[in-house]
């Protein structure tokens, strides 16, 4: 099947502002998306490296900023 990788990441980015919290002052997320996702949007830069023993991933400004907005834009009423 073809998608729309584009979206899917957005989309992507998006939910995972309904896991985020913030330790130590970075915001991170569950880690609950496919890798080949969370590959893209670090690639993008709106997520630090997603590889490693962490349970969580961490955003960057720039990724922390636009989790929310595309959140609000997808799924707020």
Same mark, same amino acid.
């Given at each position: 099947?073809?998608?729309?990788? !584009? ?8 939910? #995972? +502002? ?10 991170? &997320?569950? !880690? ?8 893209? #949007? +670090? ?10 023993? &962490? ?23």
């Amino acid at each position: 099947m073809e998608y729309n990788e !584009r979206k899917v990441d957005e989309a992507a980015l998006a939910l #995972l +502002y309904l896991t985020s919290f913030s330790e130590h002052g970075t915001t991170r &997320a569950w !880690r609950n998306i496919a890798w080949e996702v969370t590959d893209r #949007l +670090y690639e993008k830069g709106l997520i630090h490296d997603p590889k490693g023993k &962490a349970k969580s991933i961490a955003f960057t400004e720039e990724g922390e900023k636009q989790c929310e907005a595309l959140f609000n834009e997808l799924f707020a009423r």
